[in-house]
């Protein structure tokens, strides 16, 4: 895989924001915001929620009940 498509972008949908395990730290993302990520998701722990996965593109949504 070149380091291209081993690209995520991650896009909230949320009117909160969200925060996530990135490299062993939280990232927080911005509800409305995007953010990509140049690694994949190896490195990459999100809590439980709800999320569409889209080829290159993750899209957070609500927390998961």
């Known amino acids: 895989m070149t380091r ?14 969200y925060t996530f395990m990135y490299k062993g730290e939280e990232v927080t993302l911005k509800a409305g915001s995007v953010v990509s990520i140049a690694d994949g998701l190896k490195n990459v722990v999100f809590p ?17 009940k």
């Open 48 to 64: 439980t929620v709800a999320m569409k996965i889209m080829n290159n593109l993750i899209v957070v949504k609500g927390d998961v």
């Open 4 to 17: 291209e498509e081993n690209k995520i972008t991650i896009r909230s949908d949320r009117d909160t924001d």
